[in-house]
Protein backbone atom coordinates (compact mmCIF):
# COMPACT_ATOMS: atom_id res chain seq x y z
CA UNK A 1 0.00 0.00 0.00
CA UNK A 2 2.84 2.61 -0.98
CA UNK A 3 0.49 4.44 -2.60
CA UNK A 4 -1.98 4.74 -0.45
CA UNK A 5 -4.71 2.95 0.70
CA UNK A 6 -6.81 1.51 -1.49
CA UNK A 7 -10.97 2.47 -2.43
CA UNK A 8 -11.68 -0.43 -0.87
CA UNK A 9 -9.73 0.46 2.21
CA UNK A 10 -11.07 3.94 2.31
CA UNK A 11 -14.67 2.08 1.99
CA UNK A 12 -14.04 0.03 5.15
CA UNK A 13 -12.84 3.14 7.03
CA UNK A 14 -15.80 5.20 6.25
CA UNK A 15 -18.00 1.89 7.30
CA UNK A 16 -15.93 1.13 10.49
CA UNK A 17 -16.46 5.32 11.07
CA UNK A 18 -13.16 6.02 11.40
CA UNK A 19 -13.40 8.62 8.22
CA UNK A 20 -16.51 9.95 6.55
CA UNK A 21 -17.87 10.00 3.00
CA UNK A 22 -16.48 13.18 2.06
CA UNK A 23 -13.00 12.41 3.19
CA UNK A 24 -12.91 9.78 1.43
CA UNK A 25 -13.86 11.15 -1.48
CA UNK A 26 -11.26 13.84 -1.07
CA UNK A 27 -8.87 10.87 -0.73
CA UNK A 28 -9.86 9.48 -3.83
CA UNK A 29 -9.94 12.74 -5.75
CA UNK A 30 -6.25 12.83 -4.73
CA UNK A 31 -5.03 9.31 -6.22
CA UNK A 32 -7.17 10.08 -9.34
CA UNK A 33 -5.00 12.89 -10.12
CA UNK A 34 -1.55 11.56 -8.77
CA UNK A 35 1.35 10.61 -11.89
CA UNK A 36 0.77 7.11 -11.49
CA UNK A 37 -2.68 6.08 -12.87
CA UNK A 38 -5.03 3.54 -11.03
CA UNK A 39 -6.92 0.46 -11.67
CA UNK A 40 -10.41 -0.24 -10.52
CA UNK A 41 -9.31 -1.51 -7.39
CA UNK A 42 -7.45 1.92 -6.70
CA UNK A 43 -4.27 0.78 -6.85
CA UNK A 44 -1.73 1.55 -9.60
CA UNK A 45 -2.71 0.07 -13.30
CA UNK A 46 -1.70 1.34 -17.01
CA UNK A 47 -6.09 0.49 -17.63
CA UNK A 48 -7.26 2.90 -15.41
CA UNK A 49 -10.59 2.83 -16.99
CA UNK A 50 -10.99 -0.67 -17.52
CA UNK A 51 -13.64 -2.35 -16.97
CA UNK A 52 -14.09 -3.49 -13.56
CA UNK A 53 -14.10 -7.34 -12.48
CA UNK A 54 -12.14 -8.22 -9.05
CA UNK A 55 -13.14 -11.49 -7.47
CA UNK A 56 -10.43 -12.52 -6.21
CA UNK A 57 -7.91 -10.92 -3.80
CA UNK A 58 -5.80 -13.72 -3.69
CA UNK A 59 -5.33 -17.52 -3.98
CA UNK A 60 -6.56 -17.36 -0.27
CA UNK A 61 -10.12 -16.55 -1.61
CA UNK A 62 -10.22 -19.90 -3.55
CA UNK A 63 -8.93 -22.01 -0.35
CA UNK A 64 -12.01 -20.29 1.76
CA UNK A 65 -13.95 -20.86 -1.06
CA UNK A 66 -13.40 -24.35 -0.84
CA UNK A 67 -14.04 -24.32 2.80
CA UNK A 68 -17.37 -22.61 2.64
CA UNK A 69 -18.76 -25.17 -0.35
CA UNK A 70 -17.73 -28.37 2.00
CA UNK A 71 -19.84 -26.99 4.98
CA UNK A 72 -22.44 -26.37 2.00
CA UNK A 73 -21.84 -29.59 1.29
CA UNK A 74 -22.47 -30.96 4.75
CA UNK A 75 -25.91 -29.59 5.34
CA UNK A 76 -27.12 -30.72 1.61
CA UNK A 77 -26.17 -34.36 2.79
CA UNK A 78 -28.73 -33.89 5.92
CA UNK A 79 -31.26 -31.51 5.23
CA UNK A 80 -33.85 -34.37 3.68
CA UNK A 81 -33.36 -35.85 7.25
CA UNK A 82 -32.90 -33.09 9.82
CA UNK A 83 -29.80 -32.28 11.27
CA UNK A 84 -29.12 -33.99 14.87
CA UNK A 85 -32.81 -34.94 15.44
CA UNK A 86 -34.33 -31.64 14.44
CA UNK A 87 -37.03 -30.69 12.12
CA UNK A 88 -35.82 -30.10 8.13
CA UNK A 89 -37.16 -26.65 8.22
CA UNK A 90 -34.93 -26.05 11.20
CA UNK A 91 -32.10 -27.63 9.39
CA UNK A 92 -32.03 -25.24 6.79
CA UNK A 93 -32.59 -22.21 9.04
CA UNK A 94 -29.59 -23.10 10.71
CA UNK A 95 -27.37 -23.46 7.47
CA UNK A 96 -28.64 -20.21 6.34
CA UNK A 97 -27.71 -18.70 10.04
CA UNK A 98 -24.64 -20.53 9.08
CA UNK A 99 -23.59 -18.92 6.25
CA UNK A 100 -24.24 -15.64 7.75
CA UNK A 101 -22.20 -16.12 10.72
CA UNK A 102 -19.54 -16.97 8.14
CA UNK A 103 -19.96 -13.81 5.95
CA UNK A 104 -19.80 -11.59 8.70
CA UNK A 105 -16.14 -13.13 9.17
CA UNK A 106 -15.38 -13.65 5.45
CA UNK A 107 -17.26 -10.48 4.39
CA UNK A 108 -17.59 -8.02 7.02
CA UNK A 109 -13.90 -8.53 8.15
CA UNK A 110 -11.93 -9.79 5.89
CA UNK A 111 -13.65 -8.65 2.52
CA UNK A 112 -13.42 -11.83 0.78
CA UNK A 113 -14.65 -10.88 -2.39
CA UNK A 114 -15.14 -14.87 -4.08
CA UNK A 115 -16.09 -16.46 -0.78
CA UNK A 116 -18.77 -13.45 -0.64
CA UNK A 117 -20.50 -14.29 -3.81
CA UNK A 118 -20.16 -17.77 -2.88
CA UNK A 119 -22.03 -17.22 0.88
CA UNK A 120 -24.59 -14.77 -0.32
CA UNK A 121 -25.80 -17.42 -3.07
CA UNK A 122 -25.76 -20.35 -0.21
CA UNK A 123 -27.28 -17.83 2.16
CA UNK A 124 -30.44 -16.61 0.08
CA UNK A 125 -30.67 -20.65 -1.15
CA UNK A 126 -31.03 -21.51 1.93
CA UNK A 127 -33.05 -18.85 3.76
CA UNK A 128 -35.57 -18.73 1.09
CA UNK A 129 -36.10 -22.49 1.28
CA UNK A 130 -36.69 -22.79 4.90
CA UNK A 131 -39.15 -20.01 4.50
CA UNK A 132 -40.66 -21.95 1.24
CA UNK A 133 -40.76 -24.91 3.42
CA UNK A 134 -42.25 -23.77 6.55
CA UNK A 135 -45.09 -21.92 4.74
CA UNK A 136 -46.07 -25.28 2.66
CA UNK A 137 -45.11 -27.81 5.20
CA UNK A 138 -48.79 -29.36 5.81
CA UNK A 139 -48.44 -29.58 1.91
CA UNK A 140 -46.01 -31.35 1.80
CA UNK A 141 -46.80 -34.01 4.27
CA UNK A 142 -50.04 -34.12 3.47
CA UNK A 143 -51.47 -37.17 2.21
CA UNK A 144 -53.53 -35.86 -0.28
CA UNK A 145 -49.80 -34.51 -1.84
CA UNK A 146 -50.59 -36.23 -5.46
CA UNK A 147 -48.67 -35.46 -8.89
CA UNK A 148 -50.95 -33.12 -9.52
CA UNK A 149 -50.69 -30.83 -6.56
CA UNK A 150 -46.56 -30.68 -6.57
CA UNK A 151 -46.65 -29.50 -10.59
CA UNK A 152 -49.43 -27.03 -9.92
CA UNK A 153 -46.81 -26.09 -6.40
CA UNK A 154 -43.98 -25.76 -8.98
CA UNK A 155 -45.70 -24.16 -11.81
CA UNK A 156 -45.89 -20.90 -9.71
CA UNK A 157 -42.26 -20.67 -8.70
CA UNK A 158 -42.23 -16.54 -8.28
CA UNK A 159 -44.26 -16.76 -4.95
CA UNK A 160 -43.04 -20.01 -3.87
CA UNK A 161 -39.17 -19.56 -4.19
CA UNK A 162 -38.65 -15.67 -6.21
CA UNK A 163 -40.28 -13.69 -3.78
CA UNK A 164 -38.13 -15.09 -0.61
CA UNK A 165 -35.09 -15.12 -1.67
CA UNK A 166 -35.46 -11.52 -3.04
CA UNK A 167 -35.79 -10.58 0.33
CA UNK A 168 -32.75 -12.40 1.27
CA UNK A 169 -30.86 -11.13 -1.20
CA UNK A 170 -32.03 -7.17 0.07
CA UNK A 171 -31.33 -8.13 3.57
CA UNK A 172 -28.15 -9.56 2.59
CA UNK A 173 -27.03 -6.56 0.17
CA UNK A 174 -27.94 -3.95 3.06
CA UNK A 175 -25.55 -5.82 5.69
CA UNK A 176 -22.57 -6.33 3.41
CA UNK A 177 -23.28 -4.44 0.85
CA UNK A 178 -21.68 -7.04 -1.71
CA UNK A 179 -22.14 -5.86 -4.99
CA UNK A 180 -22.90 -9.53 -6.14
CA UNK A 181 -25.97 -9.30 -4.24
CA UNK A 182 -27.38 -6.26 -5.93
CA UNK A 183 -27.24 -8.54 -9.13
CA UNK A 184 -28.97 -12.00 -7.51
CA UNK A 185 -31.53 -8.91 -6.23
CA UNK A 186 -32.37 -8.23 -9.84
CA UNK A 187 -32.40 -11.59 -10.72
CA UNK A 188 -35.32 -12.82 -8.39
CA UNK A 189 -36.42 -9.28 -8.39
CA UNK A 190 -37.63 -10.57 -12.65
CA UNK A 191 -39.14 -13.61 -10.40
CA UNK A 192 -41.28 -12.02 -8.82
CA UNK A 193 -42.14 -8.55 -11.58
CA UNK A 194 -42.66 -11.00 -14.16
CA UNK A 195 -45.55 -13.06 -12.41
CA UNK A 196 -47.52 -9.53 -11.44
CA UNK A 197 -47.26 -8.60 -15.07
CA UNK A 198 -48.21 -11.69 -16.61
CA UNK A 199 -51.30 -11.43 -14.14
CA UNK A 200 -51.98 -8.58 -15.89
CA UNK A 201 -52.42 -9.56 -19.36
CA UNK A 202 -48.64 -8.81 -20.63
CA UNK A 203 -46.71 -11.54 -22.06
CA UNK A 204 -43.26 -12.57 -20.12
CA UNK A 205 -41.22 -11.68 -23.25
CA UNK A 206 -42.27 -8.25 -22.49
CA UNK A 207 -42.49 -8.51 -19.26
CA UNK A 208 -38.49 -9.80 -19.40
CA UNK A 209 -38.00 -6.97 -21.95
CA UNK A 210 -39.23 -4.56 -19.63
CA UNK A 211 -37.73 -5.28 -16.45
CA UNK A 212 -34.57 -5.48 -18.28
CA UNK A 213 -34.52 -2.10 -19.18
CA UNK A 214 -35.69 -0.79 -15.59
CA UNK A 215 -32.65 -3.14 -14.50
CA UNK A 216 -30.44 -1.26 -17.13
CA UNK A 217 -31.72 2.01 -15.96
CA UNK A 218 -30.04 1.44 -12.31
CA UNK A 219 -26.84 0.35 -13.92
CA UNK A 220 -26.44 3.38 -15.68
CA UNK A 221 -27.33 5.12 -12.34
CA UNK A 222 -24.66 3.42 -10.49
CA UNK A 223 -22.20 4.18 -13.56
CA UNK A 224 -22.96 7.53 -13.78
CA UNK A 225 -22.64 8.09 -10.23
CA UNK A 226 -19.01 6.82 -10.77
CA UNK A 227 -17.90 7.41 -14.15
CA UNK A 228 -14.07 6.38 -13.45
CA UNK A 229 -14.73 3.13 -11.87
CA UNK A 230 -12.92 3.32 -9.00
CA UNK A 231 -16.03 3.01 -6.00
CA UNK A 232 -18.16 0.37 -5.29
CA UNK A 233 -21.02 1.47 -7.29
CA UNK A 234 -18.79 0.17 -10.49
CA UNK A 235 -19.10 -3.38 -8.79
CA UNK A 236 -22.75 -3.27 -8.57
CA UNK A 237 -23.27 -1.76 -11.75
CA UNK A 238 -21.33 -4.76 -13.24
CA UNK A 239 -23.72 -7.23 -12.25
CA UNK A 240 -26.86 -5.15 -13.11
CA UNK A 241 -25.73 -4.83 -16.58
CA UNK A 242 -24.98 -8.56 -17.19
CA UNK A 243 -29.11 -9.16 -15.83
CA UNK A 244 -30.34 -6.33 -17.59
CA UNK A 245 -28.64 -7.83 -20.91
CA UNK A 246 -29.88 -11.37 -20.56
CA UNK A 247 -33.53 -9.72 -20.50
CA UNK A 248 -33.34 -7.45 -22.99
CA UNK A 249 -31.32 -9.35 -25.28
CA UNK A 250 -33.28 -12.49 -25.81
CA UNK A 251 -36.77 -10.60 -25.97
CA UNK A 252 -35.19 -8.26 -28.46
CA UNK A 253 -34.09 -10.92 -31.18
CA UNK A 254 -37.39 -13.09 -30.53
CA UNK A 255 -39.28 -10.12 -31.52
CA UNK A 256 -37.47 -10.04 -34.90
CA UNK A 257 -37.40 -13.53 -35.52
CA UNK A 258 -41.18 -13.37 -35.22
CA UNK A 259 -41.77 -10.33 -37.28
CA UNK A 260 -39.51 -11.24 -40.25
CA UNK A 261 -38.31 -14.45 -42.36
CA UNK A 262 -35.33 -15.80 -44.05
CA UNK A 263 -32.36 -13.54 -44.60
CA UNK A 264 -34.23 -10.69 -43.38
CA UNK A 265 -34.46 -11.62 -40.34
CA UNK A 266 -30.51 -12.45 -39.87
CA UNK A 267 -29.83 -8.90 -41.50
CA UNK A 268 -31.84 -7.02 -38.67
CA UNK A 269 -30.15 -9.19 -36.10
CA UNK A 270 -26.73 -7.99 -37.30
CA UNK A 271 -27.92 -4.55 -37.09
CA UNK A 272 -29.09 -5.08 -33.98
CA UNK A 273 -26.20 -6.42 -32.99
CA UNK A 274 -24.23 -3.19 -34.40
CA UNK A 275 -26.40 -1.21 -32.64
CA UNK A 276 -25.70 -3.34 -29.16
CA UNK A 277 -22.19 -2.77 -29.94
CA UNK A 278 -22.13 0.48 -30.52
CA UNK A 279 -24.11 1.36 -27.11
CA UNK A 280 -21.93 -0.71 -25.23
CA UNK A 281 -18.94 1.12 -26.82
CA UNK A 282 -20.27 4.36 -25.34
CA UNK A 283 -20.99 2.85 -21.85
CA UNK A 284 -17.84 0.90 -21.46
CA UNK A 285 -19.86 -2.49 -20.93
CA UNK A 286 -19.17 -5.74 -22.57
CA UNK A 287 -22.01 -7.91 -21.52
CA UNK A 288 -24.62 -6.67 -24.25
CA UNK A 289 -22.71 -8.25 -26.22
CA UNK A 290 -21.70 -11.14 -24.51
CA UNK A 291 -25.66 -11.84 -23.89
CA UNK A 292 -25.81 -11.24 -28.12
CA UNK A 293 -23.40 -13.73 -29.45
CA UNK A 294 -24.96 -16.69 -28.98
CA UNK A 295 -28.03 -14.72 -31.89
CA UNK A 296 -24.89 -13.28 -33.35
CA UNK A 297 -23.10 -16.40 -34.29
CA UNK A 298 -26.81 -17.70 -35.66
CA UNK A 299 -27.28 -14.91 -38.06
CA UNK A 300 -23.97 -15.12 -39.76
CA UNK A 301 -25.09 -18.75 -39.94
CA UNK A 302 -28.07 -18.05 -41.80
CA UNK A 303 -26.54 -15.49 -43.88
CA UNK A 304 -23.67 -18.15 -44.83
CA UNK A 305 -25.81 -21.31 -45.09
CA UNK A 306 -28.35 -19.49 -47.03
CA UNK A 307 -26.31 -18.15 -49.64
CA UNK A 308 -23.66 -19.84 -52.79
CA UNK A 309 -22.92 -24.18 -51.01
CA UNK A 310 -19.85 -24.27 -49.83
CA UNK A 311 -17.52 -27.16 -49.62
CA UNK A 312 -17.85 -29.21 -46.68
CA UNK A 313 -15.04 -30.06 -44.04
CA UNK A 314 -15.21 -33.13 -42.58
CA UNK A 315 -18.77 -33.93 -41.31
CA UNK A 316 -19.74 -30.37 -40.58
CA UNK A 317 -20.87 -27.62 -43.21
CA UNK A 318 -18.21 -25.38 -43.96
CA UNK A 319 -20.61 -22.66 -42.93
CA UNK A 320 -20.56 -24.10 -39.50
CA UNK A 321 -17.07 -23.65 -39.30
CA UNK A 322 -16.58 -20.48 -41.23
CA UNK A 323 -19.14 -18.81 -38.21
CA UNK A 324 -16.94 -20.10 -35.75
CA UNK A 325 -14.34 -18.48 -37.18
CA UNK A 326 -15.85 -14.89 -38.00
CA UNK A 327 -17.41 -14.27 -34.75
CA UNK A 328 -14.08 -15.11 -32.92
CA UNK A 329 -12.29 -13.39 -34.97
CA UNK A 330 -14.52 -10.21 -34.28
CA UNK A 331 -14.57 -10.81 -30.51
CA UNK A 332 -10.89 -10.94 -30.35
CA UNK A 333 -10.75 -7.91 -32.55
CA UNK A 334 -13.14 -5.86 -30.77
CA UNK A 335 -11.46 -6.59 -27.57
CA UNK A 336 -8.00 -5.51 -28.73
CA UNK A 337 -9.14 -2.40 -30.35
CA UNK A 338 -12.19 -1.48 -27.82
CA UNK A 339 -10.31 1.28 -26.49
CA UNK A 340 -9.14 2.90 -30.29
CA UNK A 341 -12.81 2.32 -31.06
CA UNK A 342 -13.62 4.36 -28.02
CA UNK A 343 -11.43 6.87 -28.61
CA UNK A 344 -12.88 7.71 -31.67
CA UNK A 345 -16.56 7.16 -30.29
CA UNK A 346 -16.71 9.78 -27.13
CA UNK A 347 -15.71 12.83 -28.55
CA UNK A 348 -18.75 12.59 -30.60
CA UNK A 349 -21.01 11.49 -27.17
CA UNK A 350 -18.82 14.34 -25.12
CA UNK A 351 -20.67 16.82 -27.59
CA UNK A 352 -23.59 15.84 -26.12
CA UNK A 353 -25.17 16.53 -22.24
CA UNK A 354 -24.63 12.46 -21.73
CA UNK A 355 -21.46 13.10 -22.20
CA UNK A 356 -20.25 13.88 -18.89
CA UNK A 357 -22.02 10.47 -17.22
CA UNK A 358 -20.07 8.37 -19.30
CA UNK A 359 -16.54 6.23 -19.16
CA UNK A 360 -13.91 8.34 -20.89
CA UNK A 361 -11.62 7.46 -23.47
CA UNK A 362 -8.30 6.03 -22.36
CA UNK A 363 -5.30 8.14 -24.31
Known amino acids: MANGPSSDDLQAAVDAGVIDAAQAEKLRAMRRTSATPLGPDGEPSVLADEERFRFLNGFNDVFLTIGVLLI??????????GLFGISWVA?????????????EILVG??????????????????????????????NFKSSNWDVDSELVFWRNPTMVFGLPALI????????????????????????????????????????????????????????AKDPKRVMRFSDGAFWLHLVAAALIVSPMIMLIKSSTNGL?????????????GLFALAIDRRALLVSSLTYFCGAVYDLLSGGVELPHT?????????????????????????????NRLMPVLNATPIGPYLPQARQ
Open 72 to 81: AAAFLTVTST
Open 91 to 103: TLAVAAATFWVLS
Open 109 to 138: RLRAVLPGMVLSLLFVAFAASAVVVQLHWD
Open 168 to 223: AAFVYYLRFRLPFALGLMAFFGYAVVSKGLYSLGIGVSVAAFGYGLFVLLVALFYD
Open 264 to 276: MTSGIVLLTVFGL
Open 314 to 342: GNAPSSFTLTLALVGGFVLILGVFWHPLR
